[in-house]
């Protein structure tokens, strides 16, 4: 199993009203050194141009590869700004791990939740790894699958979690863990100029419990 670098840096970015205490995010940042967060102000009032503004900033600051791991609306937050970054911003991402994004039919009646009506969409070289989970109240399992269509990932579905946060029970989500450690090896050919991960790359282990059907879910 791979585990990660305590060198490897991580950005985590929350999504609505931000992660708590005991929630996956924070308790990363509290065992990897290297783990940080994004801070996107506006949490409980959340605003997409705003959101990939600062995010903007944030990566316009990284002079190394890192590694994403957003949550929820997060995963939409950072999926936008992506799709507008330049080759020389997403050369930057070494990986992302992409959990639980809610539907943004469902996100957008939230009057306090301002421009995200629709999902970003794009063709990229960077690994990334969207998570969905069974019995999401914020996205159907199919929902998610097609969001990891239009970013380019590999879906995982992680199980019957929830939204996968600290409600979820799961500490510090060890399968997290797994997931994000998986796209290490990305950035370290990032690092020695190797050829990085291709979606034609054979794609690490998953939970073989938790197989996704697709051709169930397919439209």
């Known amino acids: 199993m791979p585990l990660l670098s305590p060198a490897t840096r991580i950005l985590t970015i929350p999504g609505l009203d931000n992660s708590g205490p005991t929630h996956w995010q924070s308790l990363?940042?509290?065992?990897?050194?290297?783990?940080?967060?994004?801070?996107?102000?506006?949490?409980?009032?959340?605003?997409?141009?705003?959101?990939?503004?600062?995010?903007?900033?944030i990566f316009a600051d990284i002079d190394q590869p890192v590694l994403i791991a957003a949550h929820s609306l997060g995963c939409h937050a950072f999926t936008h700004w992506f799709e507008q970054a330049s080759w020389t911003d997403r050369a930057k991402i070494g990986g992302a791990l992409l959990v639980a994004p809610p539907d943004l039919g469902r996100i957008s009646k939230?009057?306090?939740?301002?421009?995200?009506?629709?999902?970003?969409?794009?063709?990229?070289?960077?690994?990334?790894?969207?998570?969905?989970?069974?019995?999401?109240?914020?996205?159907?399992?199919a929902y998610v699958w097609r969001l990891s269509r239009h970013w380019d990932a590999r879906f995982v579905n992680a199980g019957p979690f929830g939204h996968i946060n600290a409600?979820?029970?799961?500490?510090?989500?060890?399968?997290?863990?797994?997931?994000?450690?998986?796209?290490?090896?990305?950035?370290?050919?990032?690092?020695?100029?190797?050829?990085?991960?291709?979606?034609?790359?054979?794609?690490?282990?998953?939970?073989?419990?938790?197989?996704?059907?697709?051709?169930?879910?397919r439209p």
Request: some cysteine; glycine content about 8%; aromatic content about 12%.
């Open 28 to 57: 990363w940042e509290q065992k990897f050194t290297h783990c940080h967060r994004a801070d996107l102000g506006q949490w409980g009032t959340p605003d997409l141009n705003d959101w990939v503004r600062r995010l903007d900033a």
């Open 110 to 141: 939230l009057s306090r939740v301002t421009g995200f009506s629709h999902h970003a969409s794009f063709v990229s070289q960077t690994p990334m790894i969207v998570v969905g989970s069974d019995n999401d109240h914020y996205a159907k399992t």
């Open 167 to 217: 409600e979820s029970d799961i500490g510090d989500w060890h399968y997290g863990q797994y997931l994000l450690a998986s796209l290490q090896t990305s950035v370290n050919a990032v690092i020695s100029g190797e050829r990085p991960w291709s979606p034609a790359d054979p794609r690490p282990h998953r939970e073989h419990r938790f197989g996704y059907q697709e051709s169930i879910h």
